[in-house]
């Protein structure tokens, strides 16, 4: 079996976390992956204080086993969320698109184990030395909100920049990926794009289909000219969307306001003209549907075996 020092420090079973994907995230996804021995994180993103609380409720009904909160920085709601994690005891936060220097002593002091999501180096250290627990190296492969780098430079530089566990994130959905990303350094991984498609996951029906249909080349990259890049899949609205961010006639206000509500669209209405289907390179790779349960065990059994089958790789 897969395991690595985060598994006994997190009480978990197997070294996998769930990306905690805005509007996707809930108690649903969360309990099934913290119930399949994995850690399951609610999205704090699109919730305010009082939603996220009730969520928190309704996955602890669920699961008894620890999950995470993740607290996007760039939500409005993230100083009340802050709270929240605090007032309910939750074990691990993790931290996504922005420095969460701000949040850190309090979380820490606290007893949560904090886990920023970084894109660089200097974030990494930065963190270390507040106190993080572990980081997750997000590479430019992920779904959503990304950094400059690749899962395959970020990983390694971050491994090797600081003294604290490393969960890798972006381009990975099986077990290659997984023993991969150990080879590099980590002792985890993270996965968004693969639990698109789990069966406990909520996403509406027409995000699935989008994702099982996608391959390695259906997602592109909008919001660089707003300073915050974001991977979707190929759709009318990105691809009218970076029409727009290409033509210089067209305002960052007006763009910001495209831009507005089509992650709810998306994942909730599944609507295709409007909504923005966020989702990693990977998707090329996610084919089939399965249980949360069934695909942490697979990904877990299929790097199990490629690290049984090394000793192949030398004379
Ligand atoms: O946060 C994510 N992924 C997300 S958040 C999101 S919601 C959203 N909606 C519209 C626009 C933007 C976001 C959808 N997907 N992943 C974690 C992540 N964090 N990826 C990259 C980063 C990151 C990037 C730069 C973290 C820190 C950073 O620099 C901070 C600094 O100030 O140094």
């Not at 395991?3 to 079973?13: F, Q, R, Y």
């Not at 309090?106 to 007893?111: D, F, L, N, Q, R």
């Not at 609205?237 to 006639?249: L, N, P, Q, T, V």
């Amino acid at each position: 079996m897969i395991k690595s020092k985060i598994c006994d420090d997190l009480g978990i079973k197997y070294p996998v976390f769930q990306g905690g994907m805005a509007w996707i995230a809930d108690a649903s996804l969360a309990s099934a992956v913290s119930e399949g021995g994995g850690l399951g994180i609610l999205a704090g993103m699109n919730m305010n204080g009082e939603q996220l609380t009730e969520e928190i409720r309704r996955t602890r009904r669920l699961t008894k086993n620890p999950f995470g909160v993740n607290v996007m920085l760039m939500s409005p709601y993230a100083e009340e969320v802050s709270d929240v994690v605090i007032r309910e005891h939750i074990p691990v936060v993790t931290t996504g698109a922005g420095n969460p220097a701000l949040y850190m002593k309090k979380w820490t002091e606290a007893g949560i184990k904090v886990i920023p999501v970084v894109a660089s180096v200097a974030l990494a250290k930065m963190v270390e030395r507040r106190g993080a627990y572990a980081v997750v190296a997000e590479g430019g492969e992920s779904g959503g909100h990304i950094g400059e780098l690749s899962t395959m430079a970020l990983v390694r530089e971050v491994c090797s920049a600081v003294n604290i566990p490393v969960i890798a994130a972006g381009g990975i959905a099986d077990g290659n990926g997984m023993a991969a990303a150990f080879m590099l350094g980590a002792c985890g991984v993270q996965m968004g794009t693969r639990f698109l498609v789990a069966d406990e996951c909520t996403a509406h029906e027409n995000y699935k289909q989008l994702v099982l249909k996608a391959g390695d080349r259906d997602t592109l990259v909008t919001g660089r000219r707003l300073g915050h890049p974001v991977r979707a899949l190929k759709t009318n609205f990105s691809r009218m969307y970076k029409e727009k961010e290409a033509d210089g006639a067209v305002s960052s206000e007006e763009l910001e306001g495209l831009g507005k509500g089509a992650l709810r669209l998306a994942a909730k209405e599944g609507d295709l003209q409007n909504g923005s289907f966020l989702c990693g390179e990977i998707a090329g790779l996610v084919t089939k549907r399965q249980s949360a349960a069934e695909i942490i065990r697979s990904v877990c059994e299929e790097a199990e075996a490629l690290f049984r089958s090394a000793p192949s790789f030398v004379d």
